[in-house]
């Protein structure tokens, strides 16, 4: 009998003559076939970068999570390397779900969730570990699952219980998993000394949201950082009525086992962006990964019979500034700029053909009370909109006249427009904008907030176009991404 890996990647490789890549995006991680959401794993190991993620091999929609992967050494041009670890065995048979990589040395160690029913016929989400000697091949560990439900403490759900992040401590192993504990969201810690007994350590975060999901745990810049989803958490900002699950970035200080939270960021304001995870670069630059997409919608590459639905965002560096976090597109990007377009000048309009696959950066002077509009991915009767209201002091995506919604056909147009507030610096707007076959990412004020859109234009228009109330100045600098590759 053919194992379950094989028998993936065999229907995958058959299924691929039949996928449309006309929206796979040039510089993003994106599944050939099937179905993706969120990064797993991602870690620098014997000289590479290898990123997995939650991969339905079968279908364009969720279902039966494997793990699929990719390797990369500059994080933006990724080799998929199909699915690596199927879940094949009693604790996993409903699927692997998220989870993370350790490097030790030559070893990879993986934490993930294997997911069953017990006896009962109850979802039950226990923590695993499998280990590889090249990244590419991993083996279970015999004494799976390490940690299940007897370890739990009281109140704690044995259902939601995942998404483990494996760290090396003094003394042993730490691992954090999200749970709902009596009805609200946590962290649980556990200890390990060796990595095959377990015990509960406590909460690391606690009455968080009505559940956590991906928590991901590091040092950066002297301060403790705790990236997670937030369900049920409304946070400054976002409209509870189209995001219920915000994604946090919680910094503060390590205190008896659980963090002190002195500042809280939402990690992104768009519509697009889930189950982040982070991995240090060897110069040591903490780099995020996330998943650019929302469980609400459905993807037009599902429903056009495109073969694939999944992307991720563009890679982003970390830094904390003033207790507050940022967030960068990866430096590796400038290498991939290509023609450049300059202006600098006052005026209330500017345009310019560049590519799908765009990095544009705009620094607009004079803002206060002014409006600007910011058309990208346009064409004729097409265009994806950045708005910006000077009266408001908000900033806002709009894909609705940007081709196909992100919803079910008859379903509506999804959701097709997010605000939030943005403060221009001292008068000026600074947004760095990267564009792609189906996304948009708009950076502002050098990283301080982010907003991420998937898109899907009819035309794939290359035009740009920034009008403004009034004449402003404007610096723009505009390169085509990755020409001729
Ligand atoms: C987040 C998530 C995780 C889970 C995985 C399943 O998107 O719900 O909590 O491990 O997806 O695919």
Same mark, same amino acid.
């Given at each position: 009998?053919?194992?379950?890996?094989?028998?993936?990647?065999?229907?995958?490789?058959?299924?691929?003559? $039949?996928?449309?890549?006309?929206?796979?995006?040039?510089?993003?991680?994106?599944?050939?076939?099937?179905w993706l959401n969120d990064p797993n794993g991602f870690c620098?190991?014997?000289?590479?970068?290898?990123?997995?993620?939650?991969?339905? /091999?079968? @279908?364009?929609?969720?279902d039966r999570m494997h793990w699929c992967h990719w390797i990369s050494t500059d994080l933006l041009h990724w080799t998929w390397q199909?699915?690596?670890?199927?879940?094949? $065995?009693?604790?996993?048979?409903?699927?692997?779900?998220?989870?993370?990589?350790?490097?030790?040395? @030559?070893?990879?160690?993986?934490?993930?969730?294997?997911v069953h029913n017990d006896e009962k016929g109850e979802e039950r989400q226990v923590q695993c570990l499998a280990s590889s000697s090249d990244g590419f091949h991993f083996t279970k560990a015999d004494h799976n699952p390490i940690i299940d439900?007897?370890?739990?403490?009281?109140?704690?759900? /044995?259902? @939601?219980?995942?998404?483990p992040k494996l760290q090396r401590v003094p003394g042993g192993y730490r691992l954090l998993a999200a749970n709902q504990r009596k009805g609200k969201g946590c962290i649980l810690a556990f200890e390990s000394a060796t990595g095959e007994t377990w015990r509960y350590q406590g909460e690391y975060v606690s009455d968080c949201g009505s559940m956590m999901e991906c928590p991901d745990q590091f040092e950066l810049d002297g301060k403790s950082v705790l990236i997670a989803c937030v369900m049920g958490m409304e946070a400054e900002g976002i409209d509870p009525a189209q995001n219920t699950a915000p994604v946090m970035a919680f910094v503060g200080r390590e205190q008896s086992g659980s963090l002190s939270i002195e500042?809280?960021?939402?990690?992104?304001?768009?519509?697009?962006?889930?189950?982040?995870?982070?991995? $240090? !670069?060897p110069g040591g630059r903490r780099v995020l990964m996330a998943w650019m997409f929302n469980f609400s919608e459905v993807s037009p590459t599902h429903w056009l019979g495109h073969g694939w639905t999944g992307e991720m965002v563009m890679p982003r560096e970390l830094s904390v500034r003033n207790g507050k976090l940022f967030q960068q597109p990866v430096r590796e990007?400038?290498?991939?700029?290509?023609?450049?377009?300059?202006?600098?000048?006052?005026?209330?309009?500017? $345009?310019?053909?560049?590519?799908?696959?765009?990095d544009v950066t705009l620094r607009l002077d004079g803002m206060e009370g002014n409006n600007v509009t910011i058309r990208c991915h346009e064409s004729e009767d097409e265009a994806f909109l950045i708005d910006y209201n000077g009266q408001r002091g908000e900033l806002a995506l709009d894909r609705s006249t940007c081709g196909y919604p992100l919803a079910a056909p008859g379903r509506?147009?999804?959701?097709?427009?997010? !605000?939030?507030p943005v403060a221009p610096a001292e008068g000026t707007l600074t947004l760095r904008i990267l564009t792609d076959r189906s996304s948009v990412e708009v950076f502002v004020n050098d990283g301080e907030k982010v907003l991420s859109a998937l898109c899907f234009p009819k035309k794939q228009g290359i035009g740009w176009t920034v009008t403004c109330s009034r004449e402003i100045h404007m610096t723009i600098d505009a390169y085509a991404l990755d020409e001729g590759a």
């Open positions: 009998m053919k194992d379950m890996i094989q028998r993936a990647n065999d229907h995958a490789r058959a299924q691929l003559e $039949q996928c449309n890549h006309t929206y796979t995006p040039k510089l993003h991680v994106s599944v050939p076939v099937g620098f190991f014997q000289g590479r970068y290898h990123l997995y993620g939650q991969h339905n /091999p079968y @279908d364009s929609v969720w199909g699915v690596t670890l199927a879940p094949d $065995q009693d604790y996993d048979t409903v699927g692997c779900f998220s989870g993370t990589a350790l490097v030790e040395g @030559d070893r990879l160690l993986i934490a993930y969730t294997g439900a007897s370890l739990l403490p009281e109140g704690a759900s /044995p259902r @939601d219980f995942r998404d500042a809280s960021t939402v990690l992104d304001y768009g519509m697009d962006f889930y189950a982040p995870q982070t991995t $240090q !670069t990007l400038e290498a991939c700029r290509g023609t450049g377009i300059h202006f600098s000048g006052k005026t209330p309009l500017w $345009q310019a053909q560049i590519a799908q696959c765009a509506g147009a999804g959701r097709s427009r997010v !605000t939030t």
